[in-house]
């Protein structure tokens, strides 16, 4: 079930998160002599009309959230430092046995060198999966991702990079603690510069995740790329790649599972006024299901911000995406596949220099062939932030 809930949440994040892709708020920072701090509280209220992503019997529920943040930055020499750690407190008003205290604390760093270039960046968090019902709770768990890499310019248009991530996912209820798990993924890269603002790239990831306690989950993963990535023109930025992705149970009987994949981020700002964000993934999610380890995923989303004035701002977005699972489950008598549709309406309204004020409504919808899984979601949000 917490893999269904993650796969329709897919379309929520990719709908919602436009709004902070498109509409970053400037904020003035203390500057203490080339350190740069940048401390934010905000309220935000939340009303959905229902919480369980249900078919019938739906449950609404007005979500209070406290947000406070705090971010750090440097620029020494030819480095760029970055800490950063911020939370999410939420008190719902009906279902109080749900409130939950979300925290994220993390740092990064990269040094640029002549033709060689280093980074390094952290990020440990305190979160949990939602319930399904009212007769579950929340299912905390803690998550920490550390990582590096580099990429060097061998010669004037050839290059190479490599990149390495540890994430670690420690289900903190003994119930669920089958769940827990550490992966690690590899990434080298070779890149050839078309242009001094774009390049060809291959990539390939190979995904080593290894669950403690229950191991016929543990599985490599296997994705190979190819790719352009820059400024296309002076208003025009893509990152563009595609390719194939395989998954092999390392513990289990279950034949290796196959997709094609691809990305897609294009950004178009033709006018300072106007900035345009087409996102597409497609690729696959490991599934705790044993029927089907490899669920399918197409999400695509479209947004766009218009700055109305210099301080006021709507933020329209839709998208749309699938799910199919290409093994018959138990008792099943057709592969099932899932249909999500989303959309909204965003409004920023910077009020002052220190004070922003935003407002959205979100739309999202599942349409599966087997009916159970069908729901349809409205959610409304009204946000006050005060940052230095």
């Not at 540890?166 to 993924?185: M, P, V």
């Not at 513990?251 to 964000?277: C, F, G, H, W």
Request: negative net charge.
């Amino acid at each position: 079930m917490m893999s269904q809930r993650l796969l329709s949440g897919l379309l929520t994040a990719a709908a919602l998160g436009l709004a902070g892709i498109l509409c970053v708020a400037p904020a003035a920072a203390i500057d203490l002599d080339g350190v740069k701090i940048t401390p934010s509280v905000g309220y935000q209220g939340e009303y959905d009309d229902n919480i369980f992503r249900a078919k019938n019997n739906k449950q609404s529920d007005y979500v209070n959230h406290i947000l406070p943040a705090l971010k750090i930055e440097a620029t020494p020499g030819s480095s760029e430092l970055e800490a950063h750690a911020s939370a999410d407190a939420m008190f719902y008003s009906r279902h109080t046995n749900f409130n939950f205290v979300d925290y994220t604390l993390g740092g990064s760093g990269k040094l640029n060198l002549n033709r060689l270039t280093l980074r390094a960046q952290e990020e440990w968090r305190h979160t949990n999966d939602f319930p399904t019902s009212n007769f579950t709770d929340r299912t905390p768990r803690d998550e920490n991702t550390l990582g590096g890499g580099f990429d060097f310019d061998m010669a004037k248009l050839w290059g190479v990079g490599f990149d390495y991530t540890w994430d670690y996912f420690h289900y903190i209820d003994g119930g669920y603690h089958f769940l827990s798990n550490n992966r690690q993924t590899f990434a080298p890269t070779v890149f050839y510069r078309l242009t001094g603002k774009t390049k060809l790239f291959a990539e390939f990831d190979y995904v080593s995740n290894i669950y403690w306690d229950d191991h016929t989950r543990s599985n490599n993963q296997y994705k190979g790329f190819l790719g352009l990535k820059g400024d296309v023109t002076d208003y025009f930025k893509v990152t563009a790649k595609a390719g194939w992705g395989g998954l092999h149970l390392t513990n289990s009987s279950t034949a290796d599972q196959n997709a094609p994949m691809a990305a897609i981020e294009a950004i178009y700002k033709p006018i300072d006024r106007l900035e345009v964000v087409w996102l597409l993934v497609n690729d696959f999610t490991f599934s705790t299901d044993a029927f089907n380890p490899m669920i399918q995923n197409l999400n695509t989303s479209l947004g766009l911000r218009y700055a109305i004035t210099p301080k006021i701002s709507l933020i329209p977005n839709g998208s749309f995406g699938t799910s199919s699972y290409p093994n018959l489950s138990a008792g099943q008598t057709e592969k099932r596949l899932d249909y999500l549709f989303g959309g909204g309406l965003g409004l920023r309204y910077d009020i002052m220099k220190y004070v922003k004020f935003e407002a959205a409504y979100a739309f999202q919808a599942r349409q599966s062939n087997y009916d159970l899984n069908n729901y349809n979601d409205n959610r409304v949000f009204f946000t006050v932030t005060l940052s230095m």
